[in-house]
């Protein structure tokens, strides 16, 4: 897996605009390099399923069954940001219309072949997209959900703000990733990590203020729940409201 931490303005060996102004994009689109993870998944697909299903498995449950706690809600549509390999797809309750999109193509595929082989009818897009510009119109979705995704792009708060504007007032933004511990042995440990992060393909540091910030700078959104997941502690499961 290729987790970064965020940078901002890096370089731009090749870059994405992703919605043609006019499109049903957001009007603002905006270009980031996205070269490195476009590279780095299309390396990984024939392997993720293999090495990250199991251990990546109890995030992927805890933001499913957040979302699908809002089941009561009737033809639910959800946006599901870097499905991947579309592992946590058939967690999701059948009622829903699932839209997912990805930067990678051939984690896209084996997504594909997924929804084809389990029959999952409710996933009704999968789609090449760079999520910095979603190409979506405005409050068209109830929820999206972005399981171990923020960690990984040059720009989260951009990718924030498309959720922000794509979700519906009353709807939510649901995220899964790892959080850096802010002291103790644990943020010890994750800063060694940090020094051979290249060859992990890995950066543990992403701290909560790219989040918090985020959250601070939005008087329309609003965190309902930060959680820690068991077993390991790793990750955390964050609920947003956008009101
Ligand atoms: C760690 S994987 C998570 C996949 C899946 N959600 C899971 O739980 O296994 C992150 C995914 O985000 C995708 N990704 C990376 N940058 C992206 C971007 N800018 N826009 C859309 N998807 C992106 C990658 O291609 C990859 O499939």
């Known amino acids: 897996m290729s987790e970064q931490s965020p940078k901002h303005g890096q370089g731009s060996e ?3 605009r992703s919605a043609e102004p006019g ?3 957001s009007n603002d689109n905006v270009s980031h390099d996205v070269s490195h993870a476009e590279k780095a998944y299309a390396r990984w697909a024939p392997l993720y399923d293999a090495v990250f299903t199991h251990v990546m498995r109890p995030g992927r449950r805890a933001i499913a069954a957040a979302a699908n706690g809002r089941v009561a809600e009737t033809g639910v549509r959800m946006l599901n940001v870097g ?3 579309g592992l946590e797809l058939p967690m999701f309750d059948r009622s829903f219309q699932i839209t997912s999109i990805d930067l990678s193509e051939p984690m896209l595929e084996i997504a594909r072949k997924r929804v084809r082989d389990l029959a999952l009818s ?3 897009e999968l789609k090449a997209m760079d999520a910095h510009n979603l190409q979506y119109p405005d409050a068209g979705f109830d929820m999206a959900v972005a399981p171990y995704f923020v ?16 979700v519906r007032p009353g709807g939510e933004i649901m995220l899964v990733n790892h959080i850096a511990a802010e002291r103790g042995p644990i943020a010890w440990a994750e800063s060694l990590l940090a020094k ?3 060859s992990l393909g890995w950066d543990p540091r992403f701290p909560w203020s790219v989040i918090g910030d985020w959250i601070d700078r939005r008087s329309d959104i609003e965190l309902l729940e930060r959680r820690t997941l068991v077993p390991l502690g790793m990750f955390s499961l964050i609920r947003l409201a956008r009101n």
């Open 23 to 25: 499109g049903q994009g």
């Open 83 to 85: 499905v991947g390999t």
């Open 14 to 16: 090749r870059s994405i």
């Open 196 to 198: 051979v992060g290249p």
């Open 151 to 166: 960690t990984i792009v040059p720009d989260p708060h951009r990718c924030l703000d498309e959720m922000a504007r794509v």
């Open 122 to 124: 409710n996933v009704i």
